[in-house]
């Protein structure tokens, strides 16, 4: 689509990303990424790195990434990865996307990935995009702007030095480098890090009544099936 804008504001260069070419020896201040899906992590990470290199100080880059680069705790390339980016103080963000994102062309477990080359904050912001039962098969990435839309905001507030609002936290949340890094993998999957929602003692009491009272009921609903079979058996 910029190749196609007429206003003189976009430069598009197609090229090998990974040959040696002027372009590629410039210094960026973002990179925006969808690097080709690979089965060899390997690959992905080669692309990464190479988005590093070519940022400028306190550069960012954005990168659609598979969830096993994020989680795959066998994969040595994957781990020295999470493992520079948490040392470097350069991972900012994960946001977990649906599995139907991509519906209906395909189903992909991905995640955003956003980092920031210098020293960062101490924290890592997570996010996630729940799936929706039925997504539009037209339209399915319009049916989860809504939550996109509550993540974006919270990140900015994030950003911006306060804490994730309050209504947000059913998606966002955030965990400090310190905890990431005491993890023996240092995994960076956002459900990893997910916290339990808190629940009022009051209400917890109320479940748990609730639990006991259809087990009850359970309980003597066996009682009369068995007795039937029994009769009936006897006849």
């Known amino acids: 689509r910029l190749g196609m804008e007429e206003n003189g504001n976009s430069d598009v260069e197609q090229t090998d990303f990974f040959l040696k ?12 990424a969808n690097p080709p899906y690979d089965r060899d992590l390997r690959n992905t990470v080669r692309y990464i790195d190479a988005f590093f290199e070519l940022l400028e100080s ?29 040392r470097s103080q350069s991972v900012e963000a994960v946001i977990s996307l649906p599995l139907k994102m991509y519906w209906p062309y395909t189903t992909s477990h991905s995640s955003l990935l956003l980092f920031q080359k210098g020293q960062g904050r101490q924290e890592v912001f997570f996010g996630r995009i729940p799936d929706r039962a039925e997504p539009d098969r037209g339209l399915s990435d319009q049916s989860y702007w809504p939550d996109m839309e509550q993540v974006l905001r919270a990140w900015k507030c994030w950003s911006a030095g306060n804490p994730v609002p309050e209504d947000a936290q059913a998606l966002c949340w955030t965990v400090s480098k310190e905890n990431i890094e ?25 479940e748990l009544d609730h ?13 009369r099936y068995v007795m039937e079979q029994e009769t009936a058996n006897e006849m």
Do not use: M
């Not at 960012?60 to 990865?81: D, F, H, M, Y």
């Open 58 to 86: 306190q550069g960012r880059c954005a990168v659609l990434v598979p969830e096993g680069l994020l989680s795959n705790t066998i994969n040595q390339k994957a781990l020295e990865l999470r493992d520079f980016l948490l």
């Open 182 to 206: 005491r993890t023996e993998d240092h995994v960076l999957s956002a459900e990893q890090y997910r916290l339990s929602p808190y629940i009022h003692l009051e209400r917890q009491i109320g």
């Open 21 to 32: 070419t002027p372009y590629l020896e410039q210094r960026f201040d973002v990179i925006l």
């Open 211 to 223: 639990v006991r009272h259809c087990q009850v009921k359970l309980e003597d609903l066996l009682i």
